[in-house]
């Protein structure tokens, strides 16, 4: 199993920044893409917002957070991170961390096996 923790949530006014951290742990070896994912209400589907393969040699995002977004890793820490810059009202929702042990369709949250418990993040305008 793979157990993953979000942290770093909060509250902050449109303009402002966060970073999100997940932290890996238990059987991480095959882990191929882990990536973020949001959900802003319980009526709506998660949506993904960036991915990265294992190693940080590849990353995507989503239109909506390009530019804004940044997802990086520190392999040594077993921890991948979500900067959220220029944050948006529309940004607002919880926050997910994911993985799978395999590769293809990286932000279809059902490609994914494993998931964090999620982390809100709350923009103000």
């Known amino acids: 199993q793979v157990q993953l923790v979000e942290s770093g949530g909060g509250s902050v006014q449109a303009g402002g920044s966060l970073t999100l951290s997940c932290a890996a742990s238990g059987e991480i070896g095959d882990i191929s893409y882990m990536a973020w994912f949001r959900q802003a209400a319980l009526e709506r589907e998660r949506e993904g917002v960036a991915?990265?393969?294992?190693?940080?040699?590849?990353?995507h995002y989503s239109a909506s957070v390009k530019a804004r977004f940044t997802i990086s890793q520190d392999n040594a820490k077993n921890t991948v991170y979500l900067q959220l810059n220029s944050l948006k009202p529309e940004d607002t929702g919880v926050y997910y961390c994911?993985?799978?042990?395999?590769?293809?369709?990286?932000?279809?949250?059902?490609?994914?096996?494993?998931w964090g418990q999620g982390t809100q993040v709350t923009v103000s305008s």
């Open positions: 991915g990265i393969l294992n190693g940080g040699h590849a990353t």
């Open positions: 994911a993985a799978r042990k395999d590769f293809g369709d990286v932000l279809n949250p059902v490609k994914y096996s494993y």
